[in-house]
C-alpha cells in the first residue's frame, strides 16, 4: 500500500506538491516497468510512505530487520548524470519506488546487501531494473551503473522561472 504524505513548503503547498506527484505518476505509468512498478507498490500488503518535498533529495531507506520503508522524492531536483545529461525529477521517483519494489518482491536478498559492503549491488540493480527501462521508454537520458552520476541539479535561473512544479517534473535534458 502506497502512503503518499506531503510537505508544504514556503515555495510549494500542499496542492503543488500533488498535483506534481500525479503528473510525474502519469508519466510514469506511460512505460510498461513504470506502470508495474506503481502497481506493486500500490498493492502491496507492506505500507511504503512516500514523503514528497522539497526541502531534501530523493532517498530510499529500509532498516533491516523492520517493516518501514521510507521513499522520499523531491520533485524540484533532478539528477546530473556522469555524461553531462540530466534526469528528470520524476526518474528519481521511479528510482525509489523501484527500491520500495525490491522490498516487497525480495525482501531477504534487499536486507543481506543492505550493510554497506554490498549496497551498490542494491542500487545497481534497481538502476538496471528499473530506472534504466524507464527512462529509456521516456526518451530520458540512462545511466548503465548507479554511480553513474555528478550529483542532483536544482532548477535555478531565468530559463526556470516561469515553471510550475507540474512543469519541471518531466524536464530532462
Not at 500488503?45 to 531507506?61: A, C, G, P
Request: with cysteine; aromatic share 10%; charged share 25%.
Amino acid at each position: 500500500m502506497l502512503k503518499v504524505i506531503y510537505y508544504p513548503s514556503q515555495y510549494f503547498d500542499e496542492a503543488a506538491l500533488a498535483q506534481a506527484f500525479d503528473k510525474a505518476k502519469a508519466y510514469l505509468s506511460a512505460t510498461p516497468v513504470g506502470k508495474k512498478t506503481i502497481e506493486v507498490v500500490e498493492s502491496a500488503k507492506e505500507q511504503v510512505n512516500l514523503h514528497v518535498t522539497t526541502e531534501r533529495d530523493s532517498t530510499f531507506q529500509h532498516p533491516p530487520g523492520s517493516t518501514a520503508f521510507d521513499a522520499y522524492w523531491n520533485p524540484d531536483i533532478r539528477l546530473q548524470l556522469i555524461s553531462g545529461q540530466v534526469q528528470s525529477p520524476s526518474v528519481a521517483l521511479i528510482h525509489e519506488l523501484g527500491h520500495a519494489r525490491q522490498c516487497i518482491e525480495k525482501l531477504a536478498w534487499y536486507e543481506e546487501r543492505s550493510d554497506g559492503s554490498r549496497y551498490l549491488e542494491i542500487e545497481d540493480d534497481n538502476v538496471v531494473t528499473h530506472e534504466k527501462p524507464v527512462a529509456a521508454a521516456l526518451g530520458e537520458p540512462t545511466r548503465d551503473q548507479y554511480q553513474a552520476f555528478r550529483g542532483t541539479q536544482p532548477f535555478v535561473g531565468r530559463r526556470y522561472a516561469n515553471l510550475t512544479l507540474v512543469d519541471k517534473v518531466i524536464l530532462f535534458g
